[in-house]
Each structure stands twice: as C-alpha cells, then as structure tokens.
C-alpha cells in the first residue's frame, strides 16, 4: 500500500506542479490585483478595496453589456451545439455506409485553430454573402457581421459547426454504451420511434449530457478566438463577449485590477452556472 501511494503521487506530481504552475498561483495573484488600481505596467499597486467590484457593479456599461449578450449567446449555443452533436451522434450510428468517414467529416472542424476558423468565416460572411447578396438581390446577405443581430448570428453559426462535432464524439460513446438486451426488451415492449427515444435512450444518455452540458457551457462563457477574430466586438462593441471585453480592459485601456476584477466576477458566474448544471443534470442520471 505504501508503494502504490508514493506511485500514486510521484505519477500524479507533473500534473499538480503544472496545475499550481498555471492554474492556482495565477488565480490567486489575480484575485488580489482586483483589489488594486495597477495598470498592469508599472511597478505602483494601489490597494483601493473593493472599489473596482463596486465600478463594474454600478457603472461599467460596457462590461453589463457584455455580460448579457454572452449570457443570451451562450445559452443559444449550449442548445445549438448539443442538439445538433447528439443528432449527428445518432446519424453515425445507424447501420449505414461510410459512418466512419462521416464521424471524421463532421469532427474536422474542431481540429481548427479558434482564430484561422474565425478569419475564414469572416471571409464567408464578408465576401461570400456579399457577393451573394448583390447577385441575388437579398439585402439581409449584405453587410453580415455590421449588425449585432447578424453578428450574434454568426458568432452562433462558427461556435456550432466547430463544437457539434466534439460534442458529437461524446454522445457517440454513450450510445454505444447502451446494453443491446435494454433496446431489445424495448422494442418487445413496442417502445419504437419517438417513445424510445424519449423513455429509453434520452434517460440512458444523461450522464453524456452532463457532460457536454458542461463544456459547452464552459466553451461557449469563456469564448475569445472566435469573437476577436470575427467581429472584434464590432459594430460599436455591440458583439463583445465577456472575455474580449476583460482583454480590452487590461490590454487596451491599461487598467489591470478592473480587468481583473471583472475575471474574478466572470469566474464566479460560471463556476455557479457549472455547479447548478451539474447538480441539476446528475440527479436526473439512471443506470442501465
């Protein structure tokens, strides 16, 4: 037993001295800045309190802004990502030709780098859908991402056909995992169609939606590639998500104890959306 401890640990040290490395030390650090007024230059740091919580809480309009917009975007996306993955999952499981390529097709996309992926799609939707738009007269093509409406859209479009194929992977494991005894006495039963999908596989799924709930929702919160590469918060900040907005702050106005104040708030939010989704979705969790 001793042994396998000081195996245990000695397999498990890399990964903590890493963690503490990157993840805990920075976090710290980080809280504590948000109690100053530093600008991230130099080597002055003012404590002032909670002064920089109460300017974000009461008149910081641009990170309220912000806030909702990647509220109202992530919630579209953890629902678009998720539908759209468990479909392709139960597409790719059929008994049909070519599955094997199709699960490869459909994950490609996730292999791509966030700001080549957002580049190319801002192409598509700069170029592309004008040229589309003044060849066919559609005037809703033209001038894509210089709408918040159209940009929300198009954030939402890049996220899904990026994600849904990850997504895709994690449901495909669950299903496989299915016993073939519970689908048999099933279809005795004349479960069929949408009553099994409904009373037997959705139930039998749950712990792969706690999953991809999960990330998705983590995903979707901290977005930043994607965003910055596709519209940059454009038109006048009107699509700029929480984590664009917090860079902006310490990087482009040099005011690093509110940016990081703000990922101190930014951090909580999620981790409370996270906690709630799990205990939500882990109740509703059966075995097989």
């Not at 230059?41 to 909702?68: C, E, P, W």
């Not at 596989?201 to 910055?228: E, R, V, W, Y």
Request: proline residues 2%.
């Amino acid at each position: 037993m001793k042994k396998s401890k000081k195996g245990f640990f000695l397999f498990m040290a890399p990964a903590l001295v890493a963690f503490t490395l990157v993840q805990l030390i920075p976090t710290v650090m980080g809280i504590g800045y948000s109690f100053t007024d530093w600008n991230g230059i130099s080597k002055a740091k003012h404590f002032v309190g909670v002064q920089n919580y109460i300017t974000i809480l009461t008149s910081d309009l641009s990170f309220r802004n912000a806030f909702i917009f990647t509220f109202l975007f992530s919630v579209c996306a953890v629902v678009s990502v998720n539908l759209i993955g468990f479909l392709l999952a139960t597409l790719v499981t059929q008994r049909i030709k070519g599955v094997n390529f199709l699960r490869g097709i459909f994950f490609m996309p996730n292999l791509i780098g966030g700001i080549l992926l957002g580049f190319t799609w801002q192409f598509i939707f700069v170029q592309v859908f004008e040229a589309i738009g003044k060849k066919l007269g559609i005037l809703w093509l033209r001038g894509w991402l210089t709408d918040q409406r159209t940009g929300f859209l198009g954030l939402l479009i890049v996220v899904t056909w990026q994600l849904s194929g990850y997504m895709m992977m994690i449901y495909i494991a669950q299903l496989q995992n299915i016993p073939e005894d519970v689908l048999e006495a099933a279809e005795l039963d004349n479960a069929v169609g949408w009553n099994r999908m409904r009373y037997i596989i959705l139930p039998l799924m749950m712990p792969a939606f706690t999953i991809g709930l999960f990330l998705s929702i983590s995903n979707a919160f901290k977005l930043f590639d994607q965003n910055l590469s596709l519209t940059a918060g454009g038109p006048v900040n009107s699509t700029q998500m929480l984590a664009l907005n917090i860079y902006t702050t310490a990087f482009g106005e040099n005011r690093f104890g509110l940016a990081q104040a703000k990922a101190v708030i930014f951090m909580i939010v999620v981790m409370a959306i996270s906690v709630i989704q799990l205990s939500i979705t882990k109740r509703r969790e059966v075995e097989a």
